[in-house]
């Protein structure tokens, strides 16, 4: 049997690239094994997002060096947003050659073509394409990391350009797929025992297929899906989110109280320089009607700090709305600038003592507000989807509640019981980003 692993980084879309990767190795007689160097094929999924993300990826990849020599059979695979940058395909051409097979973003599904004729011909593959206007999501058979819950595309690229974003530049042009490609996927994987899907686009706000439906028409037509019981959606957009989506709040029964929804700065000067075409107030108009449609909805949020230009009183800001908001959690990072981006030219970078001071006084205040939040669930009882084992707790379950409050808690039942259906928490131990518990009976 030949042998795959999968190193995957970034975010959601990039794990469920992975999925539909391991999907298509399984479907050619691949078997997954955890130890990447007992492995035939090793495929690097890539991401451009994070700081000092190339310096990373070509360390990773200099790990695999000695085996290429060692192992002639051995393949090796690079794809993700780094090969969308023809500097970063330049560079593992002339630098890292006995790499195999180098792929983009939109040509997952060429991957076993790629590999049989990689096999065949003993000759390195590239194949990088920028907006393929078909992405066949119906071709592909994801090997999904979770049984009862599934990642499911909604769109693909994105046409924002947010001054410090490369997403645009290594995903192409925002593409919508059809609706009833859509529901067709969700019912196959609900007749499949998925009970949860995640809808996903970097911006779901704008979606619209090519007859016009629009995101809260979505919403509802995953709504009517016998068989889900939860549904939930990444990412928002503010300056894309519309009245008729957030009422679904209220009329869409499996929508879950929960949205991640990016503020980025709370100073209105620092957001126009990234570009985002919404101001703190409108921001805050959205939140209050999101908390008027679904009074319990949980809200998380990414906030920059550091962003060129950032005065103290800019930062201020983003404190400021943070207090207002009291987010759920967040995702903090201290902006660092990616090549081909407008903002990497911008002259007024921040000194990186300042930036560090920001980041620790805003994640000071983030966990204050994710603690107290936290604390007002101690006592109470929540309906929580169990996902598997617990993995900080010993003999213990971790789920989410409605929310995406991740519980971890005891129960008498075995795995194969419990895993995949939802059961009663009562929540004993409240902390900064987990709550404890224990299963009681329903009512
Ligand atoms: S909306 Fe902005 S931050 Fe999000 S992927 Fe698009 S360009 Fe990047």
């Known amino acids: 049997m030949n042998k795959y692993h999968i190193i995957t980084y970034g975010c959601q879309m990039n794990e469920h690239d992975s999925e539909n990767i391991a999907g298509l190795l399984e479907a050619m007689g691949y078997v997954y094994?955890?130890?990447p160097y007992d492995s035939d094929v090793v495929v690097i999924n890539t991401c451009s997002v994070r700081e000092n993300a190339d310096k990373r990826f070509f360390g990773v990849l200099g790990q695999f060096k000695k085996k290429r020599r060692n192992d002639p059979d051995f393949i090796l695979c690079v794809c993700g947003c780094m090969p969308q940058q023809p500097r970063i395909v330049e560079k593992i051409n002339k630098q890292f050659s006995w790499v195999d097979i180098v792929f983009g973003t939109q040509n997952i599904a060429k991957?076993?073509?790629?590999?049989?004729?990689?096999?065949?011909?003993?000759?390195?593959?590239?194949?990088?394409?920028?907006?393929?206007?078909?992405?066949?999501?119906q071709e592909m058979k994801p090997k999904r990391m979770f049984r009862h819950k599934a990642l499911v595309n909604i769109t693909y690229g994105c046409n924002n350009f947010c001054t410090y974003c490369i997403v645009p530049y290594t995903r192409g042009r925002e593409k919508s797929r059809?609706?009833?490609?859509?529901?067709?996927?969700?019912?196959?994987?609900?007749?499949?025992?998925?009970?949860?899907?995640?809808?996903?686009?970097?911006?779901v706000d704008s979606y619209r297929d090519a007859v016009g439906?629009?995101?809260?028409?979505?919403?509802?037509?995953?709504?009517?899906?016998?068989?889900?019981?939860?549904?939930?959606?990444?990412?928002?957009?503010?300056?894309?989110?519309?009245?008729?989506?957030?009422?679904?709040?209220?009329?869409?029964?499996?929508?879950?109280?929960?949205?991640?929804?990016?503020?980025?700065?709370?100073?209105?000067?620092?957001?126009?320089r990234m570009n985002r075409h919404y101001d703190?107030?409108?921001?805050?108009?959205?939140?209050?009607?999101?908390?008027?449609?679904?009074?319990?909805?949980?809200?998380?949020?990414?906030?920059?700090?550091?962003?060129?230009?950032?005065?103290?009183?800019?930062?201020?800001?983003?404190?400021?709305?943070?207090?207002?908001?009291?987010?759920?959690?967040?995702?903090?990072?201290?902006?660092?600038?990616?090549?081909?981006?407008?903002?990497?030219?911008?002259?007024?970078?921040?000194?990186?003592?300042?930036?560090?001071?920001?980041?620790?006084?805003?994640?000071?205040?983030?966990?204050s507000i994710s603690l107290e939040k936290n604390l007002e669930y101690k006592g109470r009882t929540y309906e929580v989807l169990v996902e598997g084992v617990s993995k900080t707790e010993d003999n213990a379950y971790a789920g989410r509640t409605d929310g995406f409050k991740l519980?971890?808690?005891?129960?008498?039942?075995?795995?194969?019981?419990?895993?995949?259906?939802?059961?009663?928490v009562q929540i004993t131990e409240s902390k900064t980003f987990s709550l404890e518990g224990v299963e009681v009976e329903r009512n």
């Open 178 to 203: 059809m609706l009833q490609d859509i529901v067709r996927e969700i019912s196959c994987l609900a007749a499949d025992g998925v009970r949860e899907v995640m809808l996903l686009g970097q911006n």
């Open 33 to 35: 094994e955890e130890d």
């Open 280 to 367: 703190t107030a409108r921001y805050l108009e959205i939140v209050d009607k999101l908390r008027a449609a679904a009074p319990d909805i949980t809200m998380s949020t990414d906030i920059i700090v550091g962003f060129p230009g950032e005065t103290e009183e800019d930062f201020e800001a983003t404190l400021d709305i943070a207090r207002k908001v009291r987010y759920d959690s967040a995702f903090t990072f201290i902006y660092s600038p990616r090549e081909g981006t407008p903002a990497a030219r911008f002259t007024d970078q921040i000194p990186d003592e300042v930036c560090h001071d920001r980041f620790d006084r805003l994640v000071d205040v983030m966990n």
């Open 111 to 137: 991957f076993p073509e790629l590999l049989e004729k990689r096999i065949r011909t003993g000759r390195r593959q590239r194949e990088i394409i920028d907006n393929n206007p078909v992405i066949d999501e």
């Open 407 to 424: 519980v971890n808690f005891t129960s008498d039942k075995t795995p194969d019981e419990i895993i995949g259906t939802l059961v009663n």
């Open 213 to 272: 439906h629009d995101f809260a028409d979505l919403l509802h037509a995953v709504n009517d899906i016998d068989g889900i019981i939860r549904i939930r959606f990444m990412t928002s957009h503010p300056k894309d989110i519309s009245d008729r989506m957030i009422d679904c709040f209220r009329t869409c029964d499996k929508l879950c109280h929960n949205i991640h929804l990016p503020v980025q700065a709370g100073s209105d000067r620092v957001l126009k």
